[in-house]
DNA sequence: AATTAATCGAGACGGTACGTCGGGTCTTATG
DNA sequence: CATAAGACCCGACGTACCGTCTCGATTAATT
């Protein structure tokens, strides 16, 4: 999400290992996968990573952090695809979110922006990434689209976007378990009739 | 949401204590909002309701089922009003959406929801139980403006409801903290925008 | 050493599970006793003792307490015996302290005790304990001296015991290893001497 | 206690820091003194003697070792004193004895021995190290006396010596805390009873 | 002068134990 | 019977220390 390493290295003592933050990360959303938040633990994520105890909280205080920043620094981005239409545009970007929620780590995300936005103190800016990752994604779309004149200038991009991103996370926000394995068919089906909503209105 | 408690009592020993199932419901969402799920304990729940763990867990039986239970008891319907025009029934429904995320129950309900559906096995019917909450109310205000003639009969009812509700997510989904507190006007702003947009569309 | 059983029980909850001290106990000190103090670990002893962690904090705040109760409670006490003559008396306590100090248990109290007497603060009253311990064999053995007339009155009672006990203490101290594990006989032997030298001196 | 520096010193590397070894001692005693065994610990020391962990175990293997070490670098000799009698040279040698005894870095050589004693596998030999250290001191006042004729052919010396030595034990064993700072007279009156006791005996 | 080799400080490493805390169960005495 | 109190077993938490390791920087003796 953002790129933590510094730049200069004037470390005194032993570098830090190599590999390891992306070994631990890998485990760590690995075991999140497998077990859920209940059943994700600190000791067996750095005994997944071969890696010590230490050395995970020497890089992030606790459980929370960790799994945060895992969660930031893999959950792809929202791509974005340019088919040529507006309306293909929308259609590969809603089909692209509806992959990502699907994922547990996308799905993760989510959760931990929803957790975040409502927390007493905010975590970390988890919630602002989160936000400028789904706005990145549709600016693009809306920019092509302007330019090739399938938009008109008073569309409210901002109600466009959170009403598509919206409804996407309506309907996977009703599916849970196994149902959660949409075929791409159904996931074309599924953004179809969302565009077509979104394009005409209910008017 | 339901009517938790069953039929008869005819109990042979001592009744049960009359407003302890009150009692730890408030606390349960006390301590859920002042700690979140994290710093959300059974023994906080039963030491702040005066109520031994033990009356606790013969109520439920575990943690997620008593939470559940508590947000399920106090988070208040998203009512729907007769305006008088499909409009103004779904703007006075997106607005009361808006007031019930806003409040950290009713946020809450969303963010059990998101683990639910995310959850290896679902936690409990939670999903189901919210999806239905959320239909309810859209369903009655589609009924109403078939009714009143506002409302053709090709339109894509639960598009509609997805990009409603879902927009007002993603709208507060970008809150966190002190902006989270939303006058009266500025979700009747927000809701305007909204209304307008699904009714109309981009094209 | 001491009783540390209160005299009533008015205990609301569920009350401490019976064995446990007990088994607690001989679990510290066999684990003591087969890894010494570097290789005593809390989570050890609980597992041997068939007992969670927290029972053993519940009763003992760390591992020090525990070690310490332990050996309070488990170790012996240097019984004297009547033999009908002070020598004889005296013989047999010295041998009573030798077989007490070759015990792993019994040297554990020194060990504690000398822990005790130079730390900063003192280790609960382990010292003055052993200390009475120490005396109270004594004070018997010259009180039936006396009652039979082999002791004159003018007698230094503290500075025998200290020069009978401390004499066998240096012994033992000598002795490491597999050269602690002494015959009877080597122990009557050694016995015999310091007998003859505090009872005649050097003069 | 012994000389730890060997001979020549042709090294090809940089040098071994000069006062490392004397800061390192100095910072482990002062920490022992502090702290006690438990709270003992390799980086307090490092970090107090300004030294690198690695200097640290460069010269000593472990824990054990460097306290070892230290305690019998520091650890001063009882030393005897020629006072032209034998009952003089006694109570020269258990006055020192006694002053080495509550001087906590004397206090650690015996803890130290008598963890020595009672391990599983010997600590280094410092069992036989101290008590050539003690038997040392003693010998050199027999040797004295015989050569004066204040002492009999037939004297247990062995056991005048373990009674002198293991009667101060005892009594600084009954001490802790604040109680262990003796002033000289006291150390002396002490001193005197003991002498005379195991100069003449209980008879 | 360049090379070599030992040591230094700093501090991260994989482990392991600490003492704490919470979950969910169980056992008592008291309604 | 239900309750409150609270002990039970379990296992994860986050911390601290052990003894090892890997750096870059010194510091001589050897080339």
């Not at 470390?11 to 959303?29: S, T, V």
């Not at 690995?30 to 750095?46: C, I, K, L, Q």
């Not at 895992?70 to 340019?82: K, L, M, P, T």
Request: proline share 3%.
């Amino acid at each position: 999400m953002a790129s933590p390493e510094p730049l200069a290295r004037k470390a005194r003592g032993r570098p830090r290992k190599a590999g390891a933050e992306e070994r631990i990360f890998d485990a760590a959303l690995e075991e999140y996968g497998e077990r859920g938040w209940a059943g994700f633990t600190m000791d067996a994520v750095a005994r997944r990573a071969g890696v010590g105890k230490s050395t995970v909280y020497l890089r992030w205080q606790d459980k929370d952090s960790l799994l945060t920043a895992a969660v930031g620094a893999r959950s792809g981005v929202i791509e974005d695809v340019d088919t040529g239409s507006f309306r293909g545009d929308l259609e590969g970007l809603a089909g692209n979110l509806f992959r990502y929620l699907l994922d547990p780590i996308g799905w993760a995300t989510l959760r931990i922006s929803v957790d975040a936005a409502g927390a007493p103190e905010p975590l970390g800016r988890f919630t602002d990434a989160v936000t400028e990752l789904h706005h990145s994604g549709a600016s693009v779309i809306f920019a092509r689209g302007a330019a090739r004149g399938d938009l008109g200038p008073d569309v409210r991009k901002d109600a466009l976007a959170d009403c598509l991103y919206g409804a996407v996370i309506m309907q996977t926000l009703g599916l849970s378990g196994d149902s959660r394995r949409l075929s791409d068919e159904d996931i074309a089906e599924r953004v179809r009739v969302l565009v077509d909503f979104v394009l005409c209105g209910a008017g």
